[in-house]
């Protein structure tokens, strides 16, 4: 089994200020994904990053994929209290060609 | 459009009873998966399905769990008998093919009792 460890877990900041949330696991992914889960809702995707060492923007979230594709950080500048929620990494194996999701990182930003 | 839909949206049962949750997919989607969310061990993978063929089934916890998809725009999961252990939130998915985005349906919030 593929584990992807994420941390922190919990999280929380006030508004403004700057965070990271970090994806790692000891095996390779051909690419790996990031969603964000509200309550009551399911996970919506944000970014997929493919190649080791790129870097994605979205907004104020800076995403990158390791050089050795097994480990993703995401970078979000002066948070907001819309940022709030639960933030999933997601890595895709070549051979099972199924996303194996992370542990989670619950996010709070306050005003 | 719409988007991948899951019925019930909350479901409370007994213990021992059997319990059918829903799922239409995205039309023109052709991988299907179901995912369990809890607190305790975060989202697994249960099942996926593959133009309308179980793939991979590895993660259905035991024979008291069962999918089915019949179509291209339904699926089912079933559990007979429910125990207390299999309360957590039930999500379907689908994308176009399997290791692209997937798209998430609002969930089954299941409590058995």
């Known amino acids: 089994t593929q584990l992807l460890e994420q941390s922190p877990q919990f999280l929380s900041i006030q508004e403004g200020e700057n965070l990271t949330v970090y994806c790692n696991s000891s095996s390779v992914f051909s690419s790996l994904q990031w969603y964000r889960q509200e309550p009551g809702e399911g996970p919506v995707l944000l970014v997929t990053v493919v190649t080791g060492g790129e870097v994605k923007k979205l907004k104020r979230l800076t995403f990158q994929f390791g050089d050795a594709r097994k480990d993703s950080s995401l970078h979000i500048t002066a948070a907001q209290p819309g940022d709030t929620g639960l933030y999933l990494c997601?890595?895709?194996?070549?051979?099972?060609?199924?996303?194996?999701f992370g542990t989670g990182t619950r996010l709070q930003v306050t005003l | 459009d719409a988007g991948v839909i899951q019925s019930p949206r909350h479901e409370v049962t007994e213990m021992g009873q059997e319990v059918t949750l829903r799922c239409k997919p995205i039309s023109g989607h052709n991988s299907l998966f179901w995912y369990r969310q809890t607190m305790m061990r975060g989202l697994e993978l249960l099942i996926y399905?593959?133009?309308?063929?179980?793939?991979?089934d590895s993660g259905m916890p035991e024979d008291r769990f069962s999918a089915k998809m019949p179509n291209a725009s339904f699926s089912t999961l079933k559990i007979q008998p429910s125990e207390p252990r299999d309360s957590a939130v039930y999500f379907c998915?689908?994308?176009?093919?399997?290791?692209?985005?997937?798209?998430f349906g609002s969930g089954t919030q299941l409590s058995v009792l």
């Open positions: 998915a689908s994308s176009l093919q399997t290791g692209l985005k997937l798209f």
């Open positions: 997601a890595g895709v194996s070549g051979t099972a060609s199924k996303l194996t």
């Open positions: 399905f593959n133009n309308n063929v179980p793939i991979d």
